[in-house]
């Protein structure tokens, strides 16, 4: 498990970009900390997933 504090996720974002970038994704971190991750399908059509990264309490 990876622990993201509120205000301190540099710990999560460089795991997530590890895993991407291991998987061949493309993966970037843009400037309001949010990791962007570009999943390439078989298909022209676009589709879009969000994923938040929610503060442990």
Known sequence: MHHSPNSA???INQYLI???TTL???VY?????N???K???KIQ??????AYR???R
């Open 24 to 26: 061949g994704v493309e």
């Open 54 to 56: 929610c503060p442990q």
């Open 9 to 11: 996720e540099t710990e």
């Open 35 to 37: 990791i962007i991750a």
């Open 45 to 50: 059509k676009s589709a879009i997933a969000n």
């Open 29 to 33: 971190c843009d400037d309001p900390d």
């Open 39 to 41: 999943i390439r399908g």
């Open 18 to 20: 590890q895993k991407f």
